[in-house]
């Protein structure tokens, strides 16, 4: 299993970014599937996480992100995506999808992950 960040780069501050991860060797439509960062010398952080029931997709984001990130996936489950508005400098960081395989746990947590993507770099200038 793997999963394949892309998106990142460098941009000013206000400026938007779409990052992307694709899954391949299995599928998570049922479990979260989030997003996480790590700023130099800093520990790593959430972000954004989506979870599924039966009947409703679930959106979590940190208090940062709210109104101005945005998560999404496929009805798949294959990607998910952050469309990141209104950027900051302080969002810079090397940003990590993550992929869970079940729904045991709060979304929010990196302990709920079993997988995760290599990382794509964020540099927001001011």
Same mark, same amino acid.
């Given at each position: ?21 694709? &899954?391949?060797?299995?599928?998570? =439509? ?19 996480? =989506? =979870?599924?029931?039966? =009947? ?43 992929? &869970? ?26």
């Amino acid at each position: 299993v793997q999963l394949q960040a892309s998106g990142g780069g460098l941009v000013q501050a206000g400026d938007s970014l779409r990052l992307s991860c694709a &899954a391949s060797g299995r599928t998570f =439509s049922r479990y979260p599937m989030g997003w996480f960062r790590q700023a130099p010398g800093k520990e790593r952080e959430f972000v954004a996480a =989506s =979870s599924r029931t039966e =009947s409703s997709t679930l959106f979590y984001y940190t208090d940062s992100a709210k109104g101005r990130f945005t998560i999404s996936r496929d009805n798949a489950g294959n990607t998910v995506s952050l469309e990141m508005n209104s950027l900051k400098p302080e969002d810079t960081a090397v940003y990590y999808c993550a992929a &869970a395989t079940n729904d045991l746990y709060d979304p929010r947590s990196a302990g709920a992950y079993r997988y995760w993507g290599q990382g794509t770099q964020v540099t927001v200038s001011s």
